[in-house]
């Protein structure tokens, strides 16, 4: 006997079936009971949540001879059940992704004009519509928009922005929505009864949050842990609530070992990480709602875990639950390509717990305390606020007097030393680069505030030189050379400028009143390259 897929063995074959809450299943049933259906609908939601398989009821419901008082069929009459078995004459299955073409959709504009071969109605289930080609779209419209009588279009897709809106507005638009978690555990709890398999409902619900709202996916994943023998960590590469419990537990104590020990020992196990983080991110997510006091979407726990899960929320603030969330999601994204797979968690791990303080756990009278954590963002934004008010750690003995304050209004030195020694200046100045000589022997030395040593210029171009980052380092060093002490340049331009020399001349440094600097062999000192840039 052929072993069928759970999907298949346990597929509702009645509106009755179908698991509840479900507004689409409704509507139709109310619709079959009135015979008020429509001619075309056009079934959208993710995969594996019951498309094809309500279309398949919905066609078994207009053409079964048994119809319940409530509109449901009866799955039991010979077109129910050569529906049920895949070889009723009247439901003709297309699949789109492989008859997309506009020659298909010609064949099928052709064969809906012949009347049923042995039902009340034609039903023409198109599954995977949005893979249709325009042309193929255009040619149906006509069709989808008046189509016979005996003739009901039912259209499945995944992707309903990539339907025309001209097919929509032809259609009864119904959405299907991922299954809730209780409805998924109810249902893979049936299966197992009936497959009189052990398994317990903390694995059923993992199973169930690991199928991510589809029916088809939890069916499978159970069928590979009855059948296949598999346990569920290893299949579904997950933890248990109480592995994040302890994990999170570990990072708020700051124990950065026994955190770094405990995912090595995940990682050894076989777990994939990248899942077993993507369901911690998830853990944090439930924690934040519990902490702004929205626990009403956390349920489905143990009483027990429950609490645990609500005692631990208390002791960690909104905030910091974000930072956590937002560091675990950056080392996710970056193990898969990492060449130690481990070693973007253990950063996460290592920068959360540095961030935690044991003792500054949120009160009533205070419950966004500040903590280094909670200060993190900001300082990794505006590294300032790291070293705002923090006095520096100095080498010298309390008892080393303090040296003496200079006044802004007087200089470090006595401003005769500076003119005194001027020419040392210039001397050295030469050694160094004669470019710069040449703008410091046409600079005239003003005053001396502080540390500043104010140079008079008579050109804007000479200011731009000498104050240029790489020319003003050499110049300071060398003031700092002759006189011992460090000393910073600062230009201005005269006022008066210097006297004409020939007519030709306009006041401003132009090519005729640049002195050209000695040794013309070298094309460097002809053309001022030795002046440093920038």
Not at 84 to 101: K, P, V, W
Not at 285 to 297: K, P
Not at 321 to 336: C, R, V
Not at 423 to 448: G, H, P, R, Y
Request: charged share 30%; aromatic share 6%; proline share 5%.
């Amino acid at each position: 006997m052929p072993c069928h897929m759970f999907y298949r063995k346990y597929r509702p074959q009645k509106f009755s079936e179908i698991s509840k809450p479900n507004d689409t299943a409704e509507s139709l049933l109310q619709q079959v009971k009135s015979g008020k259906t429509a001619h075309a609908y056009l079934f959208v939601g993710p995969r594996g949540t019951g498309k094809t398989t309500t279309a398949r009821i919905l066609a078994k419901a207009l053409n079964c001879k048994k119809l319940d008082k409530n509109g449901d069929p009866c799955a039991k009459c010979e077109s129910c059940l050569a529906i049920a078995d895949g070889n009723y004459m009247d439901l003709i299955e297309i699949d789109a992704a492989s008859n997309r073409g506009i020659d298909d959709i010609r064949e099928l504009r052709e064969r809906v004009k012949l009347a049923p071969s042995v039902g009340k109605r034609k039903i023409y289930i198109v599954d995977e519509v949005h893979m249709l080609t325009n042309e193929a779209f255009n040619a149906l419209l006509k069709t989808l928009e008046e189509p016979p009588a005996h003739v009901t279009f039912i259209l499945c897709t995944t992707e309903l922005h990539k339907v025309p809106d001209t097919i929509k507005s032809r259609c009864q638009v119904c959405k299907f929505k991922r299954a809730t978690l209780t409805q998924l555990v109810d249902r893979l709890t049936g299966i197992a009864k009936n497959e009189d398999a052990k398994i317990s409902k903390e694995d059923l619900k993992k199973i169930a949050n690991a199928s991510a709202g589809g029916f088809r996916d939890a069916d499978t994943l159970l069928q590979q842990v009855i059948e296949g023998g598999f346990s569920v960590d290893t299949l579904l590469n997950v933890g248990s609530k109480d592995d994040y419990l302890d994990f999170l537990a570990l990072i708020n104590d700051g124990d950065v070992t026994g955190a770094l020990k405990k995912i090595n020992k995940i990682y050894e196990n076989g777990t994939d990480l990248y899942v077993w983080v993507g369901e911690f991110v998830k853990y944090l997510r439930d924690l934040l709602f519990i902490s702004v006091g929205a626990d009403t979407v956390f349920g489905d726990e143990t009483e027990e875990i429950a609490n645990s899960i609500k005692d631990q929320a208390k002791m960690l603030t909104p905030l910091k639950i974000g930072i956590l969330i937002e560091s675990f999601m950056k080392a996710q994204n970056s193990i898969k390509s990492a060449f130690i797979t481990q070693l973007p968690l253990e950063l996460a791990i290592v920068e959360a717990c540095s961030f935690f303080d044991v003792d500054d756990q949120p009160t009533k009278e205070n419950p966004y305390p500040k903590t280094p954590l909670a200060l993190s963002t900001k300082t990794a934004r505006h590294p300032e606020v790291m070293t705002k008010n923090v006095k520096p750690i100095s080498s010298k003995k309390e008892s080393d007097p303090e040296p003496e304050e200079v006044s802004p209004e007087t200089g470090i030195i006595d401003f005769k030393v500076i003119e005194e020694k001027w020419c040392e200046v210039l001397t050295k100045s030469k050694d160094v680069n004669s470019s710069i000589l040449a703008l410091l022997k046409a600079a005239k030395v003003l005053e001396l505030k502080g540390k500043s040593l104010l140079l008079e210029v008579n050109y804007a171009f000479h200011k731009e030189r000498l104050e240029s980052s790489k020319t003003r380092k050499i110049v300071e060093d060398t003031l700092n050379e002759v006189y011992g002490v460090p000393l910073k340049i600062s230009c201005k331009v005269s006022e008066t400028r210097p006297v004409k020399t020939g007519d030709r001349e306009v006041g401003m440094l132009t090519d005729l009143n640049v002195v050209v600097p000695a040794s013309p062999d070298n094309a460097l000192n002809l053309f001022d390259g030795g002046l440093p840039l920038r």
